[in-house]
C-alpha cells in the first residue's frame, strides 16, 4: 500500500471533526483504514473488515463527500490481495502486458473486447470475460504506436504512429475482402475518424487539417501554426475540435474553411465563423472529450487540471484540480455523469461531475505513468494502461468488490476479531450471508 494512502485518510479524519453526526462517519473511515494498514499476509481478515465498513457506509448515515473514496479503496485492497497470483506475481485485476509502454485503449462494437496498443508496435484484442488469456494480435509494426482509434461502427482501428503515418486496419478478418489494411505514410501529428464516414482526419507537420477518404483521396479544411497534440471531431455538428501544445483549443465549424491561426493572432473570444480559438492558458492541452449529450468539452491539461467547456453557450464551466502531473487520456461514461482521466502521477481518477464537492476514486496500482484509460461500453469498468506495460480493469461500482469478498471467503468475522477491529459496543453483524 502506498504512503500516499495512508496520509489522505489521516488528513481526511480530520476533516470530520466539523460534521454534525460524525460517529458512523468516523466509524467507516477508521475501518476502512485498519483493513489498508492489515498487512497482506492476512487477507481474509483484511478482506473482512473492508466489507463490514462496506456495510456500515451504504446502510449509515454517512457523510457522502469522503467516505466512498476510502471504501473503495479498502475494498480494492483487500480483493488485490485475496486475488493474488504468487507464481507470476500479479494482482487479480492486472492482465497480461504488452513488452512496453502501453498507449491507449479503445472497445469496439463487441463490449467483450477491447484493443490495446504499445511502443512495442503490436495492437493486441483482449476478451473481457477471460481476463488472463491470450490476447490476439490484430497489426503488428516496426513503428511506434502513439495511439489507436475505433471507427464509430467497430469495424476499422486506427494505428496513429509517432512522427509517422498511420494505419486503418479492419479488425476482423472476414472484413478483409472489404477493407484492407491502408497505410497513409504521411508524417502527422495526429489523426481522428469523421463520425459516420468513412473519412479520417489528420494534421500533417506542417500545420494543414485534412479530410481523407479510406482511398486516402484528401481535401483541406483547415490550417494551424499550433502544434496539436488531439483532435475531437463533434458527432452533433461536425465541428472539429484541437488541443494543442501552447494552450490554445482551437475549433474548425462547418463549412470549413482553410484559415490561418498564428499564435500571435489568436482570438481571445469565441466567434460564430468557421474558425475560433481560445487561449485557456500556457499549458498544453494533451487530450480532448465531447459528453454524450453533446454539450460539454472535457479538456486535459499539462497543468494537471481538467476545464469543463460549455460547448452551446461557448464558455467555462469549472476547472476540476486534483492530479499532481500531466493529464494524458480522458474520458466520459456512457451516461455522461462520470469523467476518467489518466495522468502521468501515476494514477487514473474517475469523478463524479454531478457533485463538485464529491472526491475522485483514485485508481492508484500502476508502477509508472498511466497514459491511457477507458470505460467499457456499459460503464461498469474501467481499463488502464501506462509505462510499467500492464494492463489493469477496475470496476466502477464498489458494490461488485464487496460481492467478490463474500464469494471469495467462507468465514465471517469472529467476536473476538469484531470486538479487536469493529468495536465492543457495537452490535455484532455478519458481513457475508452464509
Known amino acids: 500500500m502506498r504512503f500516499r494512502f495512508t496520509t489522505l485518510l489521516l488528513s481526511l479524519v480530520t476533516l470530520l471533526q466539523a460534521q454534525e453526526n460524525p460517529t458512523t462517519t468516523e466509524l467507516v473511515m477508521s475501518m476502512s483504514q485498519r483493513s489498508l494498514v492489515m498487512p497482506g499476509y492476512l487477507p481474509e481478515l483484511k ?37 493474488y497470483d504468487s507464481v507470476r506475481d500479479m494482482a487479480y485485476n492486472q492482465v497480461g502486458m504488452h513488452s512496453n509502454t502501453v498507449t491507449s485503449v479503445v472497445f469496439g462494437d463487441d463490449p467483450n473486447f477491447y484493443y490495446s496498443s504499445s511502443t512495442d508496435g503490436k495492437v493486441l484484442k483482449w476478451d473481457l470475460t477471460s481476463p488472463r488469456g491470450i490476447p490476439e494480435t490484430v497489426y503488428e509494426s516496426e513503428k511506434i504506436i502513439q495511439s489507436i482509434e475505433m471507427s464509430n461502427d ?11 503515418g498511420l494505419a486503418l486496419v479492419p479488425i476482423e478478418r472476414n472484413q478483409q475482402e472489404d477493407i484492407q489494411v491502408l497505410e497513409d505514410p504521411t508524417p502527422i501529428q495526429t489523426a481522428t475518424f469523421i463520425p459516420g464516414e468513412r473519412k479520417y482526419l489528420s494534421v500533417t507537420k506542417s500545420g494543414e487539417l485534412l479530410m481523407k477518404g479510406f482511398d486516402a483521396k484528401s481535401e483541406q479544411v483547415g490550417k494551424t501554426a499550433l502544434k496539436i497534440n488531439q483532435l475531437k471531431v463533434d458527432e452533433q455538428d461536425g465541428t472539429i475540435y484541437a488541443g494543442t501544445e501552447q494552450g490554445v483549443l482551437e475549433a474548425w465549424e462547418k463549412p470549413y474553411e482553410v484559415k490561418e491561426s498564428p499564435i500571435e493572432d489568436i482570438m481571445e473570444n469565441w466567434r460564430q465563423q468557421s474558425y475560433f480559438g481560445y487561449k485557456l ?9 465531447i459528453s454524450p449529450n453533446g454539450n460539454t468539452l472535457a479538456i486535459g491539461r499539462d497543468r494537471g487540471d481538467i476545464v469543463l467547456w460549455d460547448i452551446p453557450a461557448k464558455r467555462l464551466i469549472r476547472i476540476i484540480s ?13 451516461k455522461g455523469n462520470l469523467l476518467l482521466t489518466t495522468s502521468r502521477d501515476g494514477t487514473a481518477r474517475i469523478w463524479d461531475l454531478t457533485d463538485s464537492r464529491k472526491l475522485p476514486i483514485i485508481l ?19 481499463i ?11 470496476p466502477v461500482d464498489p458494490a461488485y468488490l464487496a460481492f467478490r469478498i463474500c ?12 470486538n479487536e477491529f469493529i468495536g465492543k459496543d457495537i452490535t455484532y453483524q455478519a458481513s457475508c450471508n452464509e
Open 47 to 83: 478482506a473482512l473488515i473492508a466489507r463490514q465498513a462496506y456495510e456500515f457506509w451504504k446502510e449509515g448515515n454517512v457523510e457522502p463527500y469522503v467516505s466512498h473514496l476510502n471504501v473503495y479503496q479498502a475494498l480494492y485492497e483487500a480483493n488485490k490481495f485475496l486475488g
Open 154 to 164: 467497430g469495424k476499422v482501428l486506427m494505428a496513429i504512429f509517432y512522427q509517422e
Open 281 to 289: 492558458g500556457s499549458f498544453s492541452i494533451n487530450c480532448l472529450d
Open 322 to 334: 486534483g492530479h499532481q502531473s500531466t493529464v494524458t487520456d480522458i474520458q466520459f461514461n456512457p
Open 364 to 382: 492508484d496500482d500502476h508502477d509508472d505513468w498511466v497514459f491511457t484509460g477507458s470505460f467499457n461500453p456499459n460503464g461498469t469498468q474501467v
Open 384 to 394: 488502464t494502461g501506462g509505462g510499467d506495460e500492464y494492463i489493469r480493469t477496475w
Open 407 to 418: 464469494a471469495m471467503i467462507n468465514r465471517r468475522l469472529t467476536q473476538e476479531e469484531w
